[in-house]
């Protein structure tokens, strides 16, 4: 009976590294993780990708760069920044984007992390994203080093004491069979994108997202942003996704590396190399 | 052939490579381009633009002759580029090529890359066709 000791206890230690290094077949998490959609890959703006085999210079503008639905207080104050009339940026808000070549200003460089809500309508086809989908959270990783967490364990947002404003913001989610549904705030207040006339936001802003495939190769996002502190009702927009079939691993992009494009007096110079 | 041929006119856009729009495209002149005839000094594989350093003879004439002008040409990010089908060994020193650009309006020796073709005149990179 001693002899047999020791050799029960191995099993038992055994068996506790097993259930600690894996989970059982058929447990309530794999049934969780099977009843999720495969978002796995990387995913594009429909316009990133039209602009990456446009042969005019079509650049599209995204629609979060339009005028929202301010109220009357900051449509004064949007007006009185412009004072030549329309900011020179403008879209249709959950419209098609203006025809033509578009351009941004002379002295517009869109060279830092997007941060969110922009993350979710990179115009150029560099600023790409990929998504895992857990039972825990649903992660969005971008080119441009941003991590976006999504949580659906059932939290709830942190108190306010534990939450300040972020670029990114605070995102809890929960499944409506294949959508998620996403519920952001904290997000740092000011505008949308380093672009004259681009959306801009107070911290109070609050997002809500339904996203989902509308096919195995499209995405879309229903973005409701309400402002209070600055609309005058809640602005929607649908953002399209394509899968992105021409790379097959995220590779990060790092605007700092090597600038040329100083801007001297007043313009964008090409600069000697380094 | 001289080393350095201008185009002028809209029609010249025909093939223009896509614009990535990391910053306003307004130091360029879309309705201009030139075409070059040199020698691949560098390319930078780098962010946010790759660039071609491409050393082009200047004018012919005796007071030209032998010397060259270095021309800094901007590319997409490494990405995008990757994407459209260059690799960042695709262009090595020394290598003849010619290069069509839209010029920067400042007339400094600088552009937006549109096209380029090897010494044997096969378009570099092969090149990826609208879909």
């Known amino acids: ?274 | 052939m001289n080393a350095v041929q201008q185009i002028v006119g809209a029609a010249a856009v025909l093939v223009a490579a896509p614009c990535m729009a990391h910053h306003s495209m307004a130091m360029f002149d879309p309705a201009k381009t030139l075409t070059l005839h040199g020698t691949i000094k560098e390319f930078q594989w780098t962010n946010p633009h790759c660039f071609i350093q491409l050393l082009v003879p200047k004018a012919v004439g005796p007071a030209g002759a032998g010397s060259v002008v270095e021309w800094s040409i901007e590319l997409n990010s490494p990405l995008a580029s990757y994407r459209l089908g260059f690799r960042p060994r695709m262009l090595k020193p020394g290598d003849q090529v010619t290069v069509v650009i839209s010029p920067v309006k400042d007339g400094s020796a600088g552009g937006q890359f549109i096209s380029a073709t090897d010494a044997t005149g096969r378009r570099l990179p092969a090149a990826k066709e609208p879909t």
């Open chain 1, 1 to 274: 009976m001693s002899r047999s000791v020791p050799w029960i206890c191995a099993v038992v230690a055994v068996a506790l590294m097993s259930s600690a290094d894996a989970e059982p077949a058929g447990s309530q998490r794999e049934r969780a993780l099977a009843k999720l959609p495969n978002w796995t890959g990387i995913w594009e703006t429909e316009a990133a990708a039209r602009l990456l085999t446009s042969h005019a210079h079509q650049f599209e503008p995204p629609k979060l760069w339009g005028k929202p639905p301010y109220n009357a207080e900051w449509s004064k104050k949007v007006a009185s920044a412009h004072p030549q009339g329309a900011p020179p940026v403008s879209a249709s808000p959950g419209g098609v984007p203006p025809a033509g070549v578009f351009d941004l200003p002379p002295t517009a460089k869109m060279c830092s992390a997007a941060g969110f809500p922009a993350i979710m309508e990179a115009p150029v086809p560099d600023y790409l994203f990929e998504i895992l989908v857990t039972p825990e959270e649903t992660l969005l990783l971008a080119t441009d080093g941003a991590a976006r967490h999504i949580y659906t364990d059932g939290r709830a947002h942190p108190q306010p004491d534990d939450l300040w404003p972020t670029i990114l913001g605070d995102s809890i989610g929960r499944w409506e069979g294949k959508t998620l549904v996403i519920d952001t705030i904290a997000r740092t207040a000011g505008q949308v994108a380093r672009v004259p006339g681009a959306a801009d936001l107070s911290a109070e802003a609050h997002f809500t997202e339904r996203l989902r495939l509308i096919d195995s190769d499209t995405m879309q996002d229903d973005l409701t942003i309400d402002d209070p502190a600055r609309f005058a009702h809640p602005w929607q927009i649908s953002i399209r996704y394509q899968r992105v079939k021409d790379i097959s691993r995220l590779i990060a992009i790092d605007c700092t590396e090597n600038d040329r494009n100083p801007v001297v007096n007043g313009r964008i110079v090409i600069s000697p190399p380094r």
